[in-house]
């Protein structure tokens, strides 16, 4: 049985007649830097995300980028985001001078934890430090955050709000879709992600005219109203036409993978709920499934043993960001975020793509269940 942690290649069988159509009008038309596939893609992003305004961009890092800098995000802010998740949401929020202030996570769904996040809040604005301006909240694994609770506690405040969708793009929340879930969201297209191209991707989501005017600005240099007017500081930020062709090609199956992502989670719950930890079912929303995650406190050996039965395993995340050592200069040190630092220790992903079998899945279920018994 040869299982896959992620399975372009099938994926590719399935699609490449299309995606290959795709490509050759682009080598045809040979406008490789915004041509008429990004205008195609941008409107079918926001139809599909449910936003008035969808951006493409280069990657999930700059789509977090442009969203920041739009919010003018610089020295002396601070920006509230999960301890737990992936750097580049963070990361962009020091490459502006600003400093992240991260925040503990649910035990449950792992997503930054609204209680923590008003403790925090409170505790930057009695320091007088740091003007607090915005919340990150990621959507992790796939889940939405709790945004009922975080929109409440951004108004309070007056904090901007980017959904960092990076990895829920295909995701709901009470009815709405990933990435409009923010005042800005981002997501990503990175080839692992639930909707990838075949390279670096991303896109921006808003509702306000003004901030996508922004952004869209800031994607190309600060442009103006013509090239070389440029009218702020900005960046290279585009996404390729090749890429966005490709995203076109495989937006057409993305519904029916999340449905078999879906599926693959249902059938892992049902087997594993008495072996491990499964991730939280939360009522208000779907899942897009980028990982499915589960605790154990034996989780290497466990590991270990389902490598040797062919199953590859991987760990999101092993270091939480106060931990990392490019964040030093904030002075996080162990003890600081209890939560976070227990999921690091016992949390591992197995395979999750839209092309596992139902064979495989079982395979999966019953050598689990058996690294646990002998583990035990
Ligand atoms: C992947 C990811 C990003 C960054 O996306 P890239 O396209 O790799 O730049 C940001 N945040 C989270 C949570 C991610 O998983």
Redo the contacts with the bound molecule.
Sequence with gaps: MNIKLLDLQSQHQKIKDKVRARIDRVLEHGQYIMGPEIGELETRLAGFAGAKHAISCA????A?LLALMAYDVKAGDAVFTSDF??I??AEVIALLGATPVFVDIEPGSKNISPASLEEKIAKVVKEGNLRPRGIIP?D?FGLPADYGKIEKIAEKHGLFVIE?A??SFGASYKGKKAGSLGTVGAT???PA?PLGCYG???AVFTEDAALAEKMKSIRVHGQGNDKYNNVRIGLNARLDTLQAAILLAKLDIFESEIKNRQRVAALYSQGLKKAVKIPEIVSESSCAWAQYSVEHPQREEIRKFLTQKGIPTAVYYPVPLHLQPAFSFLGGKQGDYPVSEKAALNIFSLPMHPYLEDTQINFIIQEVCEAVKQHA
């Design positions: 990657s999930g890092t700059d977090l998740t992936f580049a949401t990621v992790l960092d990076a990895q990503s297209f990175f992600k670096d991707g991303g």
